[in-house]
Nanobody
Framework: HVQLVESGGGLVQSGRSLIFSCAAS????????MAWFRQAPGNERRFVSS????????YYTDSVKGRFTISRDNAKNTVYLQMNSLKPEDTAVYYCAARFGSAATSRAFYNYWGQGTQVTVSL
């Protein structure tokens, strides 16, 4: 099992930056692939970004490419999502997820989920 705890959400103005962190505990010695998903009101949970266990491969949904950066520190069992140039359409609850295997973009492949953290981007 892997337990995930996100932090870093909040209210921010459009154009500003935020950084999320997701601390993993439990079976972390296997360096699971990690991902961020988000869910806006009335929408399904959608892929944002993922990173391989080594950190060598990263993936992004088109709408955040060039603005968001995913990274990880395996010594701290923590994955980060740096979000720059935030837009109102980035408003959502952001979820951290983990899986033992390659980094994936579909939520169906992720077994472990954090509780979510809210980001609201105002004009």
């Amino acid at each position: 099992h892997v337990q995930l705890v996100e932090s870093g959400g909040g209210l921010v103005q459009s154009g500003r930056s935020l950084i999320f962190s997701c601390a993993a505990s439990g079976r972390t010695f296997s360096n699971p692939a990690m991902a961020w998903f988000r869910q806006a009101p009335g929408n399904e949970r959608r892929f944002v970004s993922s990173i391989s266990g080594s950190g060598g491969s990263t993936y992004y949904t088109d709408s955040v490419k060039g603005r968001f950066t995913i990274s990880r520190d395996n010594a701290k069992n923590t994955v980060y999502l740096q979000m720059n140039s935030l837009k109102p359409e980035d408003t959502a609850v952001y979820y951290c997820a983990a899986r033992f295997g390659s980094a994936a973009t579909s939520r169906a492949f992720y077994n472990y989920w954090g509780q979510g953290t809210q980001v609201t981007v105002s004009l």
